[in-house]
């Protein structure tokens, strides 16, 4: 399929670029930041929010990804309410707002009474805090790509739509790192009663600093030569679902194996393999650190080779190794160095999709739509095969009983994304973007 692009050539000076680069990837480490801690402390909210007398520790589990699934089928609400916007109104505007939404509702979380405190109504709060949360989360990615990749120099689209991906990884690494410090100072009982707020408060401060990066924002500059209008690919609702379509499936294995090995895991081996707190939280900072490290390459290497080349050897890779690289972490035998290994390339070939993702989202949306586009593409993909990972996995363990579920899980979303991506064009990523 022929990507919705327009013609142009732009011109972007270093220093605004960087800063366009910074206030719009900011607020994804936010929305990442949250996901980390929820997803580490997830045995721990489980028990503080939907345990109750006569439930099991897994039915508790279950419940609370259940509440995070749900939170996700609000982010495609806010990627088309806030990206119309973001398309209407401007980039800079839209994104202020959904940054303080954001903020607002990931700090409630940490305020919250608890089920001890309240009652049946401290789950059906926090759910509704994490809806709040993903529906702003919905409108923060396509406006944060279209303002990096709009501003981004020529040449280097992947490199810069690469940071938001990176700021995944530094989120995720700043919740799990958080949260593991904080097992590691306090008593297990302390972390259960109170400590467990403390990472979700910490969000006020990166949201300040958030708000202030974007009020000092310009809005991106319009193309320097517009497309002449026999250049302009018209773009109707029909023809702007079927790119949507198309985006979800180039994205559907960076998302769930994305999840499977990033958020899910901690829950995963303490639940199921019966590895302490504080084992699952260091794989996971692990899966993260690799996951981060190759980004940014891949992204910039994409910028070289093409988009399809880059994140096709991601999803083949999880596709193939998903499951000889569990039973690693399942083997007793296996050395600490062995497990390690294993967890870094396995968020390595996640970077692999993750850093020219979302340069490739961006090129097959006009500006006109981008937002919205791209925005909805990803919110969806994150919804089905992200929000549900946690909850899909702990149940068919629970019901099945077969521990290598994230291994088909993850490895079977890879080999959809596979027919997907060789639609990519081949020198897509060298055409300006309108």
Same mark, same amino acid.
């Given at each position: 399929m022929r990507p919705l692009a327009l013609r142009s050539v732009?011109? =972007?000076?270093?220093?605004?670029?960087? =800063?366009?680069?910074?206030?719009?990837?900011v607020g994804n480490l936010i929305e990442w930041y949250e996901f980390g801690v929820y997803g580490s402390l997830?045995?721990?909210?489980? @028990? $503080?929010?939907?345990r109750y007398e006569g439930s099991s520790g897994a039915e508790a589990l279950v419940a609370a990804y259940a509440s995070f699934a749900l939170a996700f089928f609000f982010r495609p609400v806010g990627a088309v309410v806030?990206? =119309?916007?973001?398309?209407?109104l401007g980039r800079r505007p839209t994104l202020i707002a959904v940054v303080g939404l954001m903020t607002l509702a990931t700090v409630t979380i940490g305020l919250l009474p608890t089920r001890a405190a309240i009652g049946a109504a401290a789950p059906w709060l926090l759910t509704l805090a994490r809806a709040l949360q993903g529906l702003s989360a919905g409108g923060e990615f396509g406006g944060a790509v279209s303002l990096m990749t709009e501003y981004a120099p020529v040449g280097r689209r992947g490199l810069y739509g690469a940071w938001q991906s990176f700021t995944v990884a530094l989120g995720l690494l700043a919740g799990a790192g958080t949260t593991a410090a904080l097992a590691s100072a306090l008593p297990a009982e302390a972390l259960h009663s109170w400590g467990w707020r403390i990472p979700f408060l910490l969000a006020l401060p990166l949201g300040v600093a958030a708000l202030w990066l974007r009020t000092a924002l310009d809005e991106p500059p319009p193309p320097a030569a517009p497309a002449a209008p026999a250049d302009v690919v018209p773009v109707g609702p029909r023809e702007l679902a079927r790119a949507v379509v198309l985006g979800i499936g180039r994205i559907t294995g960076w998302s769930a194996a994305g999840y499977?090995?990033?958020?899910?895991l901690p829950s995963y081996?303490?639940?199921?393999?019966?590895?302490?707190?504080r084992e699952a939280l260091l794989a996971t900072a692990l899966a993260n650190a690799g996951f981060a490290a190759s980004i940014l390459p891949a992204g910039a290497l994409s910028d070289r080779i093409g988009r399809r080349p880059v994140m096709l050897s991601g999803a083949l890779g999880v596709v193939v190794l998903a499951l000889p690289l569990l039973h690693v972490l399942q083997s007793p035998s296996a050395s600490p160095w062995s497990r390690g290994g294993a967890v870094?390339?396995?968020?390595?070939?996640?970077?692999?999709m993750a850093g020219p993702g979302p340069a490739m989202l961006a090129e097959m949306f006009p500006?006109?739509? =981008?937002?919205?586009?791209?925005?909805? @593409?990803?919110?969806?993909? $994150?919804a089905v095969f992200s929000g549900c990972a946690g909850l899909v996995i702990t149940a068919l363990i629970a019901r099945t009983g077969d521990t290598a579920v994230p291994a088909y899980y993850a490895a079977g979303a890879c080999a959809l994304s596979c027919s997907a991506l060789l639609s990519l064009r081949g020198r897509g990523h060298r055409e300006p973007l309108g």
């Open positions: 732009d011109v =972007r000076r270093p220093s605004t670029s960087r =800063r366009a680069l910074l206030a719009g990837s997830a045995t721990v909210i489980a @028990a $503080n929010f939907f806030f990206g =119309r916007l973001g398309d209407r499977t090995f990033l958020v899910v081996l303490q639940a199921t393999l019966g590895a302490s707190l870094l390339l396995a968020g390595a070939l996640v970077g692999l500006r006109r739509v =981008r937002c919205t586009g791209l925005g909805l @593409a990803y919110a969806l993909a $994150n």
